[in-house]
């Protein structure tokens, strides 16, 4: 496939590809038929995306003899939810008859995170691939394994370690997202310069715009770059069990803990809440004397200049620090959170001072 870049994700029998392109949708039959997961593709999605995209990928599919049955949930964090898990799966279960199934999960984080866990525990596992069509989704939540649902308690909190067969990226999918989509795609993408690649923190600073503009080749630089940081993190520590997968959580911990303190409504994207996350973080470090106070005002620059929030607007610091407390990065009761050093470099650091914290998110909400 000529017109597709390919980033392997190497995991030995769970090895996979990430296929990277624009307006290649044409080619996505073939690849799927070639990995013989099955004849008869569950795909969920959401209404909008079934609209748009629902034609284009049926007859791919079906010129390579693969039948297709479509399940929506709505377009909304909520979906991921123990709600729409069980409706999901019974529709499955009546459709799984004399087929041999798989899953296909078009949509964003959300569609992906809950497609890839009913993968995971249905049957105690069948194939399913990833079609991201949000550019979060695509250099982040669609890659490396991660699936899960929320409980109210907190986000992803029932969750597996379950790898896709593929993860296909169409670049041309992205011209349906609103500049709010794309700005929150573009946290994660900051997030992978400040954690692994100065050089793409720098096009950056420099080239925001152009990925608001849906420039072909930014895009395909920033995604392909982003794409192939987190498969060289997820294949050298699939399971977070060697510290190496913990820097992808940069900006999360706090981050996660705004989302389920707004109840995963709209107030924040899963972006906007991770770059208040990276900010708080950044500040962190600079507090401990860990990075200058450029690099601090480089990260905390790039969030702005990218129209991403610095501050937090209409949520307390106690239900932020109640969501915090549950927040799945402590470790034998103690905090974790990965802090930058120097852009391109960070470090995993344990038992952050409560106060400081505090402190911190404090002075990060709006005064009314």
Same mark, same amino acid.
Not at 55 to 66: A, P, Q, R
Not at 101 to 111: A, N, R
Not at 147 to 166: I, S, T, W
Not at 273 to 280: D, Y
């Given at each position: ?25 044409? =080619?996505?039959? #073939?690849? @799927?038929? $070639? &990995?013989? /997961?099955? *004849?008869?593709?569950? !795909? %969920? +999605? ?40 069980? =409706?999901?799966? #019974?529709? @499955?279960? $009546? &459709?799984? /008859?004399? *087929?041999?199934?798989? !899953? %296909? +999960? ?50 992803? /909190? ?211």
């Amino acid at each position: 496939m000529k017109n597709l870049s390919r980033i392997p994700v190497n995991l030995k029998e769970r090895s996979y590809d990430i296929f990277i392109g624009f307006n290649q949708f044409r =080619s996505l039959g #073939s690849l @799927i038929k $070639k &990995l013989e /997961l099955g *004849t008869h593709a569950i !795909i %969920i +999605t959401n209404p909008k995306i079934k609209k748009l995209y629902q034609s284009k990928l049926t007859s791919s599919l079906k010129k390579n003899n693969i039948k297709t049955t479509y399940i929506q949930v709505p377009d909304s964090e909520k979906s991921k939810s123990l709600k729409y898990l069980n =409706s999901s799966i #019974s529709k @499955i279960v $009546k &459709l799984d /008859l004399k *087929t041999k199934l798989f !899953i %296909i +999960t078009l949509g964003g984080g959300v569609v992906g995170d809950l497609g890839g866990f009913i993968a995971a525990v249905y049957k105690r596992g069948i194939a399913y691939i990833q079609i991201p069509t949000s550019l979060l989704a695509q250099v982040d939540s669609g890659i490396g394994g991660k699936v899960a649902v929320d409980l109210p308690q907190g986000k992803n /909190l029932l969750g597996a370690f379950y790898q896709p067969k593929m993860v296909f990226c169409d670049s041309s999918l992205l011209e349906t997202l609103s500049l709010r989509q794309l700005k929150t795609g573009l946290a994660e993408i900051i997030k992978y310069g400040i954690i692994a690649d100065k050089q793409l923190f720098k096009f950056l600073e420099h080239n925001y715009h152009k990925i608001f503009e849906l420039d072909k080749n930014a895009l395909n630089y920033i995604i392909t770059q982003s794409a192939a940081i987190k498969a060289k993190v997820v294949s050298l520590d699939e399971r977070e069990k060697k510290g190496i997968r913990t820097i992808l959580n940069y900006g999360h911990t706090i981050g996660h803990a705004i989302e389920t303190a707004c109840g995963y409504e709209a107030n924040y994207t899963h972006g906007e809440a991770i770059s208040i996350g990276m900010v708080c973080a950044a500040e962190i470090a600079h507090r401990l004397k860990l990075c200058s106070p450029k690099t601090l005002g480089r990260i905390e620059s790039m969030v702005a200049i990218a129209g991403l929030p610095i501050h937090i607007k209409n949520v307390s610091l106690v239900r932020i620090m109640k969501a915090y407390l549950h927040d799945k990065k402590f470790i034998n009761g103690k905090n974790r959170f990965v802090l930058p050093v120097e852009i391109g470099k960070v470090e995993v650091h344990e038992d952050i001072p409560e106060s400081l914290i505090k402190k911190i998110i404090s002075e990060r909400i709006k005064k009314k």
